[in-house]
């Protein structure tokens, strides 16, 4: 079945230090990827989403390449910012499918000055 | 433009009671509608998913139930309020025929 493994619990940074979260899959399709944040007592947004055709999404900051040969979609940013603060789930769906998100556990990022 | 609405936005309530969480879109016809459970600290699980009026599939039931009355309304409910119920429900939809979920804001529940 289809299944997310990312960065889990807690991630603790230095505000203007690089970010890196992991994220590696297991699908059957050929599944779009996709980062979710979620702020104190908010839910869930839509921060990125994996293309078809190569391109990197961008956004706020973040971006991720989808890489099939190694099955990832790492969520990196360049200098971490306070605001960055948050949960952050790594999400599959199998294409076409349009019925199921199969999240990971999430990674709670916390970042100091 | 689209928006979510979900309500209440927090019950209290106790074991065994029945329940009764909504959500409704507006803007967007036919769309793909999903209910979500999160327990405090925990991560984002999938409960149930609706393509259309009047169907609904179960992904993890937890002793609760869904439906989908009208093409813009999900209901999720269930009979018997458990402790283990407690947390955060968060609705979804996706455009027909797309992947992407937006989320709505969300209602705490809490089980005493």
């Known amino acids: 079945g289809d299944s997310v493994t990312q960065t889990e619990g807690l991630v603790t940074l230095t505000e203007g230090l690089p970010v890196m979260l992991n994220c590696t899959y297991q699908s059957t399709y050929s599944p779009f990827l996709f980062w979710y944040v979620q702020h104190l007592n908010e839910a869930p947004k839509l921060l990125l989403k994996s293309f078809t055709d190569n391109k990197r999404p961008e956004h706020q900051g973040f971006h991720a390449t989808l890489h099939k040969s190694s099955s990832s979609f790492h969520l990196q940013k360049s200098s971490a910012q306070l605001s960055d603060s948050a949960l952050y789930y790594c999400?599959?769906?199998?294409?076409?499918?349009?019925?199921?998100?199969?999240f990971g556990k999430g990674a709670k990022l916390t970042v100091s000055p | 433009a689209q928006t979510i609405h979900q309500w209440p936005v927090a019950e209290i309530k106790a074991v065994g009671s029945p329940l009764s969480l909504g959500c409704t879109i507006k803007g967007k016809s036919s769309p793909n509608l999903y209910w979500y459970w999160q327990a405090t600290g925990g991560t984002l699980q999938q409960l149930f998913y609706?393509?259309?009026?009047?169907?609904v599939e179960s992904v993890v039931q937890l002793n609760l139930s869904a439906s989908r009355p009208k093409d813009d309304q999900f209901i999720l409910s269930t009979e018997k309020l458990l402790l283990s119920h407690s947390g955060f429900y968060l609705c979804?939809?996706?455009?027909?025929?797309?992947?992407?979920?937006?989320f709505g804001p969300g209602t705490r529940l809490l089980v005493l």
């Open positions: 999400a599959l769906s199998a294409q076409g499918t349009g019925s199921k998100l199969s």
């Open positions: 609706s393509i259309t009026v009047g169907q």
């Open positions: 979804a939809w996706s455009p027909l025929g797309e992947d992407t979920q937006y």
